[in-house]
């Protein structure tokens, strides 16, 4: 309740407020308006910047918010030679009135590109198509790394989760140090380990080309970061951060990380260290929920799918750090070298090894048709992940027009995930799962640039992925009369080749491009059940699969962009022949199938004004599915699920539109979003569930249904001066609708909606206090036609204070309360963190005093629902810890 009121003593409370208004215009000595211009506030007095305006079309209207004895206007544009107006004792309820003649500057470079200052309440500066983030303008005093400042940024948004990167609503493609691509999709191994005290400016860049040849040449629809460093920092630079402490339950905690940072002419690397106990993920790999990074996303087609998926842990708190148990080491290094004018090298190693432990808890309570019942499962889960990584990039000018560049890559992960588990409180198993995944990747591109206006690459990948795995179980649970234990073996293997070659050209305004390409896709599986016992191994022959799935495609794709005027049209399309082919060695029984597939689609973007764009999609798509439902014969999965598919090469066709409008707004720090999407998906596989308070079998077929989905967004967010407070509202809302079967049931129609709204707010003050709140709601309700509605409700609201004594001392105090069930308000968790910190003058070192979990809550508690079913899940918490960091810059 505390935090509620606070939330809303510092969202109204105004702060002095006084209403005298300056208004003019801002012409030229000719009398022609000015399209844009700077109104500046100066305290004669005191000094320094206070307020700040843009004036356009030659017209100028300011509030002062504050009381001033002497105050300085300036009106300030490019190419023009600034004009001060002063005000002795503006007086409350007056307006002032002054029109301001400005005079041309003939000093200045008529060719000068234009910077736009926004000083308001941050410092930022527009050039052409890169937005400047003045560092030190948005600190707060609570951020450590350089990924804690970047999702402050108006227009910027961090996925915590996947360390994924927006901005302006687009996924960034990398994030470049001092302009160079030191780090590639993985990016988040920067911003996750630079520390913010080496960083002076963050830069978005739209228009982004990381192949120089290609820049006003391809689509500019890519967009990424430059992180510019402090002068100083351009040799040799580095951190050490040593902390270590001790939770209640009396065991030690660190956190201990070193990076190192070298920046020459030739010459640029990134390297870091860093081991902890305490919950934190400093790499770019999710071992935790195994929620997937940029990178793994964008080149999820070279990868062969486990069988037999790995245990994810599920915290439903927005810190996963409160429930991972880890133990990490991590090291990585980024490396880049040029090798004189034309020839550039660059590596990057990974290493990472973990123990994660977790005591979990599950309880679902079905209704089936006029059946009901309970099962609950209680885990104890060790996982312990390990990968060696190694990555090569070698980039060759071979002219000045022309450009070679190979990539290779190698990657070994085991993953050994050992757990007890207590089956309704009845029977204990004991299992371990070990998987083992090898990728070796290789990519080949050479580019052409014919003139400043057309270019050709040709592309090549190929690579290799193996994932075997072995899981045991025991006491066994096939034929658990005659054998000791179980063992669900299964390999699965991919080899791709892909091949393509793409033109591409532009005109003033239009761009354009063509491919033509082929791909090669081979998928082999086996996999068997065993019964073991204490002197030999047996086959279980009904759990046995051997087949190969493969893929060949030609195909040819096209895309135009047209400017005209405020409307740009993007039509595109992709033709493919593709030739899908299933054996089953144990059956020696092949499917093929043959299809010619024509994909559409189209981009209508209408500019309104500079900072406000309509836009509408519309796709049509059909996508193979086979690949994740080969295998015939049922596989075990855990301690009371199996899993088997009726394999079918149908493809899945869908049809989806877009309607969004937004507005992004610098100036005033304002942006806003409304939009819809609509999906349909004709054919698809559908799961038919055959659950029992023991086991449950899942089989995946093949149906021609339709299903609909809809999603709604909408968010709005305001700099408000008047308040020195931004303020931020979120809602989505979606309808999804889809079909199963249930223990014999035929098939169901169902839909679940999802609908989550957020209000963000954060002070600004110019006094030693501020404030930040984000309340978030969740609501879902899932049912079946004509069955029992499963309706969830819950609510979280997470509140910071920060207090800054002076410029050495900062103390951060946060609380997190949360929610589960709000028909159950009394069962709620608090989680309360405090942070002191001590920066001296030198700016050598930094100490911190740490304090987490301070009620030292055990476990949380989190509930779901399904079209059948209400699924209660508990975790255990780190306990209540106290921990002294040191912070040593080198």
């Not at 309740?1 to 801002?26: D, R, V």
């Not at 290493?351 to 679902?364: C, P, T, W």
């Not at 030693?768 to 069955?787: A, D, T």
Request: charged letters at 25%; aromatic letters at 14%; a neutral charge.
């Amino acid at each position: 309740m505390k935090s509620y009121i606070l939330t809303l003593f510092f969202i109204i409370s105004p702060l002095l407020l006084f209403s005298q208004t300056l208004t003019g215009k801002i012409e030229t000595v000719k009398g022609e308006k000015i399209a844009a211009a700077n109104i500046i506030i100066k305290d004669s007095v005191n000094g320094g910047i206070k307020e700040f305006v843009i004036a356009k079309n030659g017209q100028y209207s300011l509030t002062l918010k504050r009381e001033y004895k002497k105050i300085t206007v300036e009106a300030a544009t490019h190419q023009y030679i600034s004009e001060v107006w002063e005000i002795e004792n503006p007086q409350k309820d007056k307006i002032y009135t002054h029109d301001f003649l400005l005079t041309k500057d003939e000093t200045k470079d008529e060719k000068e590109i234009r910077e736009v200052v926004i000083v308001g309440s941050k410092p930022i500066v527009i050039k052409e198509d890169t937005v400047k983030y003045n560092v030190a303008s948005f600190r707060d005093g609570s951020e450590r790394k350089i990924e804690d400042l970047i999702k402050k940024l108006p227009g910027i948004q961090v996925n915590e989760k996947s360390g994924e990167i927006r901005y302006k609503g687009k996924s960034v493609e990398t994030v470049t140090l001092e302009g160079d691509n030191l780090f590639g999709s993985n990016y988040s191994l920067g911003t996750k380990n630079i520390n913010v005290d080496m960083v002076e400016q963050v830069q978005a860049i739209e228009n982004y080309s990381e192949n120089p040849l290609l820049k006003g040449v391809e689509g500019g629809e890519k967009v990424s970061l430059n992180l510019k460093l402090k002068k100083g920092k351009m040799d040799f630079s580095g951190n050490l951060d040593y902390g270590s402490g001790f939770d209640s339950d009396g065991k030690q905690v660190f956190d201990i990380n070193t990076n190192i940072l070298g920046i020459s002419k030739n010459y640029k690397s990134f390297a870091t260290l860093n081991y902890n106990n305490i919950g934190v993920n400093h790499s770019p790999f999710d071992y935790f929920g195994f929620t997937f990074n940029p990178e793994q996303i964008s080149e999820e087609r070279f990868l062969a799918k486990k069988a037999i998926p790995e245990t994810l842990f599920f915290s439903g708190l927005d810190d996963d750090s409160r429930t991972n148990f880890n133990n990490q080491i991590f090291g990585n290094y980024n490396g880049m070298f040029k090798i004189g004018k034309r020839i550039s090298v660059k590596t990057n190693l990974y290493y990472i090894h973990d123990k994660i432990a977790s005591e979990k808890y599950y309880e679902n309570k079905y209704v089936i048709g006029d059946e009901s019942f309970k099962t609950s499962d209680s885990y104890n889960i060790v996982k312990k992940p390990e990968q060696y990584r190694a990555d090569l990039e070698l980039k060759i000018n071979t002219s000045k027009t022309s450009l070679l560049e190979y990539k290779f890559r190698v990657r070994q992960e085991n993953i050994t995930t050992p757990s007890t588990v207590l089956e309704n409180n009845e029977t204990h198993y004991f299992t371990t799962l070990n998987s083992k995944d090898f990728l070796l990747k290789n990519s080949l591109t050479f580019t052409k640039k014919f003139n400043k206006n057309k270019a050709l690459q040709v592309i090549i990948n190929q690579s290799i992925n193996a994932a075997p795995q072995d899981f045991f179980i025991s006491p066994a649970v096939f034929d658990f009369e005659d054998y000791l234990q179980n063992r669900q073996y299964s390999r699965f293997r991919k080899n791709y080749l892909n091949f393509q070659s793409v033109f591409m050209g532009s005109t003033l305004k239009t761009k354009y491009a063509f491919s033509a390409g082929g791909l090669l896709d081979k998928n082999p599986f086996k996999s068997c059940l065993y019964g073991i016992s204490d002197d030999f191994e047996s086959p279980e022959n009904d759990f046995h699969n051997d087949l190969e799935y493969g893929k060949k495609a030609v195909f040819t794709t096209g895309s135009y962009a047209l400017n005209l005027g405020k409307w740009k049209i993007s039509p595109s399309y992709k033709l493919t022949f593709l030739n899908q082919k299933l054996d089953n060695n144990l059956t020696e029984n092949t499917e093929n199938q043959e299809d010619i597939i024509f994909e559409p689609s189209l981009s209508i973007a209408y500019k309104i004004n500079n900072i406000s764009t309509l836009k509408g999609t519309a796709n049509y798509a059909e996508k193979d599915l086979a690949a994740n439902y080969l295998y015939i014969q049922p596989i075990m999965t855990s301690n009371r699920s199996t899993q088997s598919n009726l394999p079918d090469l149908s493809l899945q066709k869908s049809f989806s539109y877009s309607l969004f409008y937004t507005v992004f707004d610098l100036y005033n720090q304002f942006h806003f979003l409304l939009g819809a999407m609509y999906s349909q998906n004709k054919g698809g596989f559908i799961s038919d569930f055959d659950i029992q308070e023991n086991y449950t079998n899942l089989r995946y077929f093949f149906t021609p249904k339709t299903n609909d989905n809809w999603n709604f967004n909408f968010m709005i967010e305001k700099y408000i001066p008047m308040i020195e407070s931004t303020l931020r509202l979120r809602s989505d809302y979606s309808i999804s609708q889809y079909s199963n079967i249930v223990n014999h049931s035929e098939i169901r129609d169902n839909k679940t909606n999802f609908w989550t709204s957020e209000l963000f707010g954060k002070t600004a003050f110019d006094i030693p206090v501020n404030f930040e709140n984000i309340f978030k709601f969740h609501q879902s309700l899932s049912q079946s036609e004509g069955g029992e509605k499963f309706i969830n409700r819950s609510l979280n609201d997470a509140f910071k204070i920060i207090l800054k004594l002076d410029k050495r001392w900062t103390l951060i105090f946060s609380s997190d309360y949360y929610v589960p069930d709000t028909k159950k308000l009394k069962e709620n968790y608090t989680f309360l963190d405090t942070i002191i910190r001590f920066s001296p003058k030198n700016k050598k070192f930094d100490l911190s005093f740490y304090a987490k979990n301070l009620l030292d809550q055990k476990n949380f508690t989190q509930i779901q629902t399904t079209d059948y079913s209400t699924n209660i899940f508990q975790s255990n918490i780190l306990p209540r810890s106290f921990m002294l960091n040191l912070s040593f810059s080198l």
